[in-house]
């Protein structure tokens, strides 16, 4: 599941005649260096769901070949994180799925974090399973973090004032079983996660490489600058 349907507000002025999605960073749009990701990992299809200039995202995955693109349309009511992978779910396996910003961006290092997921995720213990990035050394981000990691991998949330080591890096490996008993309509997705937590079922997987926060016009440069670096070895 690829999120596609957002409004990108905060890259504008680049956002407000082209979806987010599609904007380019080192030659290549957002989306595609995560359905190259996916497709590496050997995913076969990918649902995206599609709202804000949904027609252009349509038309560009429209020559993709791997992974087979299926659409969730949104277009009539943006559904939000958690809603809009509801909607999806009929085209979903009943087995876990990668769950993917579409303008998530990462260098991975030896073994590509998509495989260190798969091969992480144990769905006796967990109803999701997180890739979280630095706080400290990823590129773009200048948040105060989102979870802490406890012992035995279980995630907890930032409480107001605290500054904490991780980040959620946009990607995670969700079971079915999350979405059981889960709201109608537009929801965030984060409603489900903190459900997760509270029952010991929300963990978490340190990202090993370099990611990248592309939130903002000036931090595509770095972001650019840090895929050259890579590139070159």
């Known amino acids: 599941m690829v999120l596609a349907a957002g409004f990108g507000t905060r890259l504008r002025p680049l956002t407000d005649k082209m979806p987010k999605p599609l904007v380019r960073v080192a030659g290549k749009p957002l989306i595609d260096h995560v359905?190259?990701?996916?497709?590496?990992?050997?995913?076969?299809?990918?649902?995206?769901?599609v709202h804000y200039l949904a027609d252009q995202i349509e038309c560009h995955l429209a020559a993709r070949r791997a992974p087979k693109i299926l659409l969730s349309d949104e277009r009539q009511t943006l559904l939000d994180t958690g809603g809009g992978?509801?909607?999806?779910?009929?085209?979903?396996?009943?087995?876990?799925?990668?769950?993917?910003n579409s303008d998530t961006l990462w260098i991975d290092s030896v073994t590509p974090n998509l495989t260190r997921l798969a091969q992480a995720f144990d769905p006796?213990?967990?109803?999701?399973?997180?890739l979280l990035a630095s706080t400290a050394s990823s590129i773009g981000y200048h948040g105060k973090g989102d979870f802490a990691?406890?012992?035995?991998?279980?995630?907890r949330r930032r409480t107001e004032n605290e500054v904490l080591p991780f980040v959620y890096a946009g990607v995670a490996?969700?079971?079915?079983?999350?979405?059981?008993?889960?709201?109608?309509?537009?929801?965030?997705?984060?409603?489900?996660?903190?459900?997760?937590?509270?029952?010991?079922?929300?963990?978490?997987?340190r990202l090993?490489?370099?990611?990248?926060?592309?939130?903002?016009?000036?931090?595509?440069?770095e972001a650019e600058a840090a895929i050259t670096r890579s590139a070159k070895g």
């Open 35 to 49: 359905l190259d990701k996916l497709a590496n990992a050997g995913v076969t299809t990918a649902v995206v769901n």
């Open 85 to 100: 992978v509801v909607k999806a779910l009929p085209h979903l396996a009943s087995k876990p799925f990668f769950h993917v």
């Open 124 to 130: 006796a213990r967990m109803d999701a399973l997180l």
């Open 149 to 155: 990691m406890n012992s035995d991998g279980t995630l």
């Open 173 to 205: 490996l969700l079971s079915p079983a999350l979405f059981t008993d889960a709201p109608s309509g537009v929801f965030s997705l984060n409603v489900l996660f903190d459900r997760a937590a509270a029952a010991g079922r929300l963990a978490g997987l």
């Open 208 to 221: 090993e490489g370099r990611w990248m926060h592309v939130g903002t016009p000036e931090a595509i440069a």
